[in-house]
């Protein structure tokens, strides 16, 4: 999140575009909302594709109309309950149908229906940028596992994943053990942070570390791989922690949520080339949680609404 100097305030229209304006470009504002529309294009054409009758299926998402019963072009029928079921099937992800439970390239993963990173690692593989075989990768913001499931399954040596969310947490340990990864996953329960505190309202730390102290767990002489994908801690982590800490790693990849610019900048004074990739250009992301979220920091309280998000990708010059 980005900070400013401000009483507790709720990220209105106004507030969410002077704090968009000040860490992205007038062109890539320009070109979030024409992201956001090509992807729901993209959606539309594969939908077209999947289904006989699309434009029922199509018009229920729209207008959040359910259960639907979708037709696909091979003769089989779904019915689908929500939007997270009409996603998952519009991107070729199976479900039990009587359970939360989503299969992908042959893994497991409880509590995956309401995760669209499933979507995003598995079947977009928006973390081909990391090189992570024989390596050390540092998960921070691991949610069900999905990601530190798919880096394992990669060939990573060893993975360090943080989750802070309690429900979180235990479905990324099921997962874990589901999918044979404990030798290879360690599993905190914990945040991440820079130097300030922070917790989302949802949550409840039992602990929150810093980089310096993650890497003190780490093999001295593996490579050192950061995934950030944590709904605001981004900020807090790659501004405040020092310099000397972050050049540490050979790649990193960052989730924003909230533009980039300031975490651009940082990277590129930590000696790294830094590019979109993953997520990729800044998209227009329309109130994006079900419930209200809240974001706590040095006092103050922010209510996230849209977002701006994407990611860039750092690797060591």
């Known amino acids: 999140m980005i900070y400013y100097d401000v009483k507790d305030v709720k990220i209105n229209s106004l507030y ?7 860490n992205t470009t007038f062109l890539d504002l320009i070109k979030s909302y024409k992201n956001y529309a090509k992807f729901n294009i993209e959606h539309l054409k594969i939908c077209k594709k999947k289904y006989k009758n699309y434009a029922n299926v199509m018009y229920s998402i729209l207008t959040n109309h359910y259960p639907v019963i979708a037709k696909s072009r091979s003769g089989s029928e779904t019915t689908l309950h929500d939007y997270f079921d009409a996603y998952n099937s519009i991107m070729g992800i199976n479900s039990d149908p009587t359970e939360d439970i989503m299969y992908v390239n042959n893994l497991k993963f409880y509590g995956g229906k309401k995760q669209f990173g499933l979507v995003g690692i598995f079947v977009k593989d928006v973390y081909k940028f990391l090189p992570v075989n024989g390596n ?3 998960d921070i913001g691991a949610s069900i596992g999905d990601s530190s499931i798919y880096f394992a399954s990669q060939g990573a ?10 429900r ?4 990324a340990k099921k997962n874990i053990t589901a999918n044979n990864f404990n ?3 360690d599993l ?3 945040g991440c942070t820079g130097k300030n505190t922070y917790h989302y309202d949802s949550y409840v730390l039992r602990d929150s570390v810093n980089l310096e102290q993650i890497l003190d767990k780490c093999e001295k002489t593996l490579p050192k791989i950061l995934k950030l994908g944590c709904l605001g801690c ?4 790659i501004l405040n922690t020092p310099e000397e800490i972050i050049s540490k790693f050979s790649h990193i990849q960052v989730q924003f949520h909230y533009g980039y610019r300031n975490i651009k900048e940082k ?6 080339k830094v590019r979109f990739c993953g997520l990729g250009e800044p998209t227009f992301i329309k109130n994006p949680f079900e419930g209200t979220r809240t974001f706590k920091s040095n006092g103050h309280t922010f209510t996230l609404s849209n977002m701006i998000a994407g990611s860039i990708c750092a690797i060591k010059e």
């Open 16 to 22: 969410f575009l002077l704090q968009i304006m000040y």
């Open 267 to 272: 990277l590129e004074r930590c000696g790294f």
């Open 157 to 166: 040596k060893k993975v360090i994943a943080l989750e802070p969310d309690a």
């Open 136 to 138: 050390m990768v540092i």
């Open 168 to 171: 979180a947490f235990e479905l």
């Open 183 to 185: 030798d290879k996953i």
């Open 188 to 190: 905190i329960q914990a």
């Open 234 to 237: 981004e900020y807090d982590v």
